[in-house]
């Protein structure tokens, strides 16, 4: 991957961010990288390789391994989000619900099970939470009501602004600073980074489902 360019504007990073290697390819439209599998001429060298990457997470040199442990089309979306919206890192789920699911597994298998939420969720975030299916207990509660709310087991704060379907709006700064070392996750769905960038205003964590205003949907 190229150096980012901390200086180049939205504008331009909503064009060029995660595509930096296509010029270089000859190429102008991002390609979709269908496999699964890639071919390997030396077993031993590509174990190594394997191993490697298992051991660090890091991107091995080269062509891929593996298209679950990596694919270069959903890197390009990741390094995209990420530029987009300020971020570390973005990672790319099949759903945007199935990017909850592993949130509240990670913060979960820390011991960290309690979630803090505002409401209005989009309804299936709000089911998923309410449901505890995934082991969450959730205390509901109002903006206002957060930093009393938050317990030594809160792994997560929740919140959506604009939220679906109502379009109630939050604070953003002020319920991140409500949450103190609590992360906090922010759905951005229904604002894209382009009219909203919550790690600015503190949040942990952002959260989007491309089938929506992202991917350019109704
Ligand atoms: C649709 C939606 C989701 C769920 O995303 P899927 O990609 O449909 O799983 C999460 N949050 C908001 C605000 C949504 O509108």
């Not at 360019?5 to 439209?29: F, K, N, P, W, Y």
């Not at 442990?69 to 989000?81: D, Q, S």
């Not at 903006?143 to 109502?166: F, H, K, Q, Y």
Request: charged share 20%; aromatic share 4%.
């Amino acid at each position: 991957m190229d150096t980012p360019i901390a200086s180049r504007a939205l504008a331009t990073e909503a064009v060029h961010a995660g595509r930096d290697d296509l010029a270089r390819q000859g190429l102008h439209a991002p390609p979709i990288d269908l496999s699964t599998t890639y071919p390997s001429y030396d077993s031993r060298g590509e174990a190594a390789r394997i191993d490697a990457f298992a051991a660090t997470g890091a991107e091995p040199d080269g062509a891929p391994v593996y298209a679950r442990l990596g694919n270069p089309t959903v890197a390009r979306f990741e390094t995209a989000l990420a530029r987009l919206e300020g971020t570390e890192a973005a990672v790319a789920f099949a759903s945007g619900m199935a990017a909850l699911s592993a949130v509240l597994l990670v913060r979960g298998s820390m011991g960290l099970r309690h979630v803090v939420a505002v409401r209005p969720l989009y309804g299936c975030s709000d089911h998923l939470l309410t449901a505890g299916l995934l082991g969450s207990e959730v205390t509901w509660t109002d903006p206002a009501g957060i930093a009393d709310a938050l317990r030594p087991d809160t792994g997560l704060v929740m919140v959506e602004s604009p939220a679906n379907p109502t379009l109630a709006e939050l604070d953003l700064r002020a319920v991140a600073h409500a949450c103190g070392s609590v992360p906090l996750l922010a759905d951005n769905t229904f604002a894209t980074p382009v009219l909203q960038r919550p790690a600015e205003q503190g949040a942990r964590l952002v959260l989007h489902s491309a089938t929506k205003y992202l991917g350019g949907h109704g």
